[in-house]
């Protein structure tokens, strides 16, 4: 199992990982909360060890921006700070457990094998990155942008959401019925040309200013994006 400590306080962070991966866990470090915060929502984990008070970001503005990930990975909060309303805090933010520095190891195991059992069973998906990446171009999905070769790109709204799907299927052959409906949410209508119109609008902007061409037809079956040989 995969466990994220994310503690600044270097001995506290070394005598879990220490005890963790005696029991056989895998564990990663992070020392303060935006690192944590970026390598909780880029990467799939068992379980997250988090202190509360940390440097650059709140273990509570960590733990928040987790779950506005859509992340169910269970949480684990740590604190010298003890009060019920502090509990309450963090476990408003997200958290599912919350244990009070100073702490004996035996409990944090404890607490640890509980957490990791609630979500055995349950699949552990990466979080989808923000990025689409392929070749020189890259893709936004957050901000609405497109770059390639760093040179901002201008889409409509479709040809957006054409180059998304294109960059999610790279090197698979995509005939017009399946971009209608997946770009469109249309049945493909065989009398209109109108995915033609669209991909070659594309291309004007993706392709036509660069050496390289990235968007290829493929005769009777649709087009592929892919780095011709």
Same mark, same amino acid.
């Given at each position: 199992?995969?466990?994220?400590?994310?503690?600044?306080?270097?001995?506290?962070?070394?005598?879990?990982?220490?005890?963790?991966?005696?029991?056989?866990?895998?564990?990663?470090?992070?020392?303060?909360?935006?690192?944590?915060?970026?390598?909780?929502?880029?990467?799939?984990?068992?379980?997250?060890?988090?202190?509360?008070?940390?440097?650059?970001?709140?273990?509570?503005?960590?733990?928040?921006?987790?779950?506005?990930?859509?992340?169910?990975?269970?949480?684990? @909060?740590?604190?010298?700070?003890?009060?019920?309303?502090?509990?309450?805090?963090?476990?408003?933010?997200?958290?599912? %457990?919350?244990?009070?520095?100073?702490?004996?190891?035996?409990?944090?195991?404890?607490?640890?094998?509980?957490?990791?059992?609630?979500?055995?069973?349950?699949?552990?998906?990466?979080?989808?990155?923000?990025?689409?990446?392929?070749?020189?171009?890259?893709?936004?999905?957050?901000?609405?942008?497109?770059?390639?070769?760093?040179?901002?790109?201008?889409?409509?709204?479709?040809?957006?959401?054409?180059?998304?799907?294109?960059?999610?299927?790279?090197?698979?052959?995509?005939?017009?019925?399946?971009?209608?409906?997946?770009?469109?949410?249309?049945?493909?209508?065989?009398?209109?040309?109108?995915? %033609?119109?669209?991909?070659?609008?594309?291309?004007?902007?993706?392709?036509?200013?660069?050496?390289?061409?990235?968007?290829?037809?493929?005769?009777? @079956?649709?087009?592929? @994006?892919?780095?011709?040989?």
């Amino acid at each position: 199992m995969n466990i994220l400590i994310v503690e600044d306080e270097p001995k506290v962070a070394a005598f879990i990982q220490k005890g963790l991966q005696e029991n056989n866990y895998t564990v990663t470090l992070a020392y303060d909360g935006h690192y944590g915060s970026k390598l909780a929502i880029e990467n799939a984990y068992d379980l997250i060890i988090l202190d509360v008070i940390l440097p650059v970001q709140s273990g509570i503005e960590v733990c928040k921006n987790i779950r506005n990930h859509n992340n169910r990975v269970p949480i684990l @909060m740590l604190t010298a700070l003890g009060t019920t309303e502090d509990k309450v805090l963090g476990l408003d933010s997200g958290a599912d %457990d919350y244990l009070v520095k100073p702490f004996q190891f035996s409990e944090l195991l404890a607490r640890v094998r509980s957490l990791t059992r609630r979500n055995d069973g349950s699949p552990k998906i990466k979080p989808e990155s923000k990025f689409l990446r392929f070749a020189d171009v890259l893709l936004d999905q957050e901000g609405k942008t497109v770059t390639r070769a760093n040179q901002q790109i201008k889409l409509t709204a479709r040809e957006f959401k054409l180059l998304e799907y294109f960059l999610k299927n790279t090197g698979k052959v995509l005939d017009r019925a399946r971009i209608a409906e997946n770009v469109w949410d249309i049945n493909f209508d065989t009398g209109t040309n109108m995915i %033609d119109v669209y991909v070659n609008y594309l291309r004007n902007k993706l392709d036509k200013p660069f050496h390289e061409k990235l968007i290829h037809t493929v005769v009777g @079956m649709g087009y592929v @994006m892919r780095i011709q040989e």
